[in-house]
């Protein structure tokens, strides 16, 4: 018979990896869960094997066989006792910072506890054995292909990071699936870039850069990202939670959110990835499969969100954008064609209805100076998202957890340090009803302002777009939570605030809105609290949103969604139900 690679695609992957990383020495000890990886190895004249019968033996010969050489080595059994014998070995190894990679077949995490011969239970690993342990699936669908490549570049760099030592790989048994294939797939190979390694050098034409939510910026990060964009023809993403307020800003949630519309400007070659969790989820999701992606934190950690993942800069953003910040001007053909574009789609959205949009719209322009908002998920978030601040103003939301507790308690603790500023909360009326014990705190101060938006429900759950916006009405009693705490009546919130010493303030429609919008944002003497409640309706809300969302009408799409624009999901089902009578 003869033996190629095997047809497993996610061995396949890990070959492939292993070579891409530079990993040639492997022992090898037999077995049948990791037969497939074993022959595939054989028939690649690249790796170095070593047999041995005894994995306890076989662990230690690694230990030794990686000290004295220098490099990571593999080993590698198949299930049941014969991966509980690596244990003494990889302890040694653990210990010693020793790279050494273990990979263990096995035949399905669904049997495991259900008395299958062989199967045991290697999901968790003991503690000072191994730095990382990582599962990796069958590959029957493309997230399992990026899954398991993003696994075991995630093993294999764990080898060396932070000192170094043993990593594990759970390696499914694929069956009998034939060794037929003649060449090992192209393959993703992250690499983690420290100060002590060698820097890749900038290709890119257009670069952009991602910003999650982020800690306060210096003035020194800031000026190092704009000499940055200067000279490398590069934007910056951001959403309200990114802090970045220099030159090179571009508020893209109103180009990615376009439904009908693939714009020119969301495929750059670079994408520079820092901050953490992002509350511009329209952004995050446009930019996956554009040019290869950057990751800068200093935790070092593969953190995939684009799918694209090609370095990992473990160092400080300051010390990144001052490396790269170069010579010479690139231009800002980039930032000229992201700005022209969101003017362009502005132009073409009409008034919005009373909703969110329309009072993010409106209460932006009123924020004094050096204010602080904090914003409640999601419907909030996204309405402010479309909106921009002032360059003095500084915005934040709880998007690391992303739930909608706590965005009052939040604006509460940051208004303690400076009572000189004046710090707002902006909220629906479910995320204030689950947070409204916060106002009766004795420490509340004068300086906070807090608007709710009321329609009675989780809207969100109502807005074009979002996947129950299909049931409709049939959405409101359990899924938008409608009807709750006194159902859209402005009594239990007045009477609650005013017992606590707060102002009180309403609005049912635009004119009394902004009436009443110019003392809530107020700057001056703080002489109490005020509360906001200002009521929407869901038909305004979503259609705000849609009239947001199909601003743009350029189809540079196909025609099935065109078809669906125009005709409408049901009519679509119909005239397929007809073709195939």
Not at 37 to 58: C, K, T
Not at 125 to 145: A, F, G, Q, W
Request: glycine letters at 8%.
């Amino acid at each position: 018979m003869k033996i190629l690679y095997t047809n497993d695609k996610t061995t396949q992957l890990l070959i492939a990896l292993l070579k891409g990383h530079g990993i040639r020495k492997v022992i090898v000890s037999p077995g049948t869960t990791n037969m497939c990886f074993v022959a595939s190895l054989q028939y690649d004249p690249w790796f170095q094997l070593y047999s041995s019968v005894d994995e306890r033996s076989a662990a230690y010969i690694a230990c030794g066989l990686a000290n004295e050489s220098g490099e990571p080595v593999v080993i590698t059994c198949t299930e049941a006792t014969a991966s509980r014998n690596y244990y003494p070995g990889l302890t040694e190894a653990y210990y010693r910072k020793l790279p050494i990679l273990a990979i263990t077949g096995y035949h399905n995490l669904d049997v495991i506890g259900h008395l299958h011969s062989q199967v045991i239970d290697r999901t968790q690993m003991v503690m000072d054995t191994v730095r990382l342990s990582v599962i990796l699936k069958t590959c029957k669908t493309p997230n399992d292909e990026w899954i398991n490549t993003v696994n075991i570049n995630k093993a294999i760099l764990a080898l060396t990071h932070n000192g170094g030592g043993p990593a594990h790989i759970n390696l499914q048994f694929p069956g009998n699936v034939g060794f037929d294939t003649k060449e090992l797939p192209k393959v993703r190979i992250i690499k983690r870039i420290t100060h002590e390694t060698s820097f890749p050098t900038i290709e890119a034409k257009k670069i952009a850069i991602f910003v999650g939510s982020h800690k306060p910026w210096s003035d020194e990060l800031t000026n190092a990202v704009n000499e940055f964009c200067k000279n490398n023809n590069a934007v910056v993403f951001c959403d309200q939670t990114s802090g970045y307020m220099g030159d090179y800003r571009i508020g893209y949630a109103i180009v990615s959110s376009q439904k009908y519309y693939k714009s020119k400007t969301n495929k750059p070659d670079l994408v520079i990835h820092i901050g953490e969790v992002s509350g511009d989820t329209y952004t995050q999701g446009y930019l996956k499969g554009s040019g290869q992606v950057w990751r800068v934190n200093e935790d070092g950690e593969i953190r995939d969100t684009f799918h694209n993942l090609t370095h990992v800069f473990q160092m400080s953003e300051l010390y990144f954008f001052k490396h790269y910040s170069g010579k010479g001007n690139k231009g800002n053909t980039y930032l000229n064609e992201c700005k022209n574009e969101i003017d362009d789609i502005r132009s073409k959205i009409g008034e919005y209805k009373f909703s969110n949009l329309w009072i993010a719209q409106q209460t932006a322009l009123n924020l004094p100076p050096n204010s602080i908002i904090h914003l409640g998920i999601f419907n909030s978030l996204r309405s402010w998202n479309m909106t921009e601040l002032s360059r003095s103003v500084k915005s934040y939301c709880n998007v690391g957890g992303f739930g909608i507790d706590g965005a009052l308690s939040t604006t509460l603790g940051a208004s303690l340090e400076n009572p000189n500023k004046l710090y707002f909360c902006m909220c629906g009326d479910l995320a204030f009803f689950y947070d409204m014990n916060a106002l009766g705190n004795r420490h509340f101060p004068a300086n906070v302002r807090i608007m709710i938006i009321n329609n009675g429900k989780g809207t969100e759950f109502r807005n074009f777009g979002h996947p129950a916006y299909p049931l409709g009405e049939t959405a409101n009693p359990y899924i938008a939570a409608a009807g709750h705490y006194g159902n859209k009546d402005k009594s239990p919130i007045k009477a609650y605030v005013e017992s606590l010493g707060y102002k009180y303030l309403t609005a049912y429609n635009k004119e009394e809105f902004l009436e009443n919008c110019k003392l809530f944002c107020e700057s001056g003497s703080y002489n109490q609290p005020i509360v906001f409640e200002v009521f929407t309706e869901t038909n305004d809300e979503t259609e705000s949103l849609q009239m947001l969302r199909t601003a743009e009408q350029e189809t540079n799409i196909g025609i099935k969604t065109v078809a669906k624009k125009i005709l409408g999901e049901e009519a679509i089902s119909k005239i397929k139900d007809i073709i195939k009578k």
